[in-house]
């Protein structure tokens, strides 16, 4: 098996590491100063490549490459560091094999990680026993470019973040999250005598600076029916908005999923029209390339969509 592969001289995994040092470096000199690796070694290895090749690996400025920064890499050159990136990568998914049982590692805002993930997370240990799983709260741009360079195995992102998708990715829908105002009993019942827009004008809000329905997007929707919220508090994220809300002295919008947990806090949830229109919808995410390399990527891919999209799955295997 392979037999042609081994008896071809001046490929190495050390020549190939190499070369892909240099390119991320952008010249022999820098390489050598980040990774503390001898220049004469690196200059004999990307001889041997371009030999083995039949051409030139990198586009240089200058006559020598010693010292020298490139131009970029030739054509064949930024194909063989992709080709290299994935062997690598199947090499590390072989090394994960031999020393761990296995992990899943999923990349997600805070707000999925804590009211979609977390709150499935027993469901998702029972269907991946013995497995680690690995939540990391990241943005949508930074979930999708981690599925695709293979730093995660699943991502779940926005449907902006989907418009810009790589080639390879693979996505299963997740439905939308919703939002809603919540508040205290007290406002609640003072809201039956109110306006949508006497309401929304003598609230105290706790806002979100940020995406999805954010102070910004909420004052221009208000303004354009007249009316002016009153943030009193501006936060970072929608777990900070629920805690400050938990106080009783704040009123805000966050996922309809929170109602919940918001409940335990004496804290009511009141749908409103004004934020329907900032749903945003999700989908949970991977990369066909890597699962290739990988196929447990796609399994657990599978089993974990089932399972926050509300289906029952079996144990996997």
Known sequence: ??????????????????????????????????????????????????????????????SSRSGKRFEGLTPR????????????????????????????????GETVLQWVICAHLNLIQDAHP????????????????????????????????????????QALELGAIEYALFLTPEMAEAAKTQS??????????AGLDGLGPSVTTLQ????????????????????????????GRLAGFLPALAEEDMKEHNLVMLRHPYVEQLSVPISLIWSTRLASLSPSIAVAASSIHAILAGQTVATAR
Not at 196 to 205: I, V
């Open 196 to 205: 949508e827009k006497e309401l929304l004008s003598s609230l105290p809000l």
């Open 77 to 108: 050159g930024d194909a063989l560091r992709h080709l290299t990136i994935e062997y690598f990568e199947a090499l590390t998914r072989l090394v994960d094999f031999r020393d761990t049982p296995g992990s899943i590692r999923i990349g997600a």
């Open 220 to 247: 221009s929707v208000a303004k354009t029916d007249g009316y002016t919220l009153n943030f009193a508090v501006v936060l970072s994220s929608f777990p900070q908005v629920s805690t400050a809300l938990r106080g």
């Open 1 to 62: 098996m392979f037999s042609d592969l081994f008896t071809v001289g001046g490929l190495t995994l050390d020549r190939l590491r190499h070369f892909c040092e240099i390119a991320e470096a952008g010249s022999i000199k820098d390489a050598v100063d980040l990774y503390g690796r001898n220049q004469s070694s690196y200059s004999r290895d990307i001889q041997q490549l371009e030999s083995f090749f039949g051409e030139p690996l990198f586009v240089q400025k200058g």
């Open 130 to 169: 013995g497995v680690q799983i690995c939540l990391v709260n990241l943005s949508a741009a930074e979930a999708m470019r981690g599925v695709d360079q293979g730093t995660l195995d699943i991502g779940v992102v926005d449907g902006q973040a989907m418009a810009d998708a790589p080639e390879g990715i």
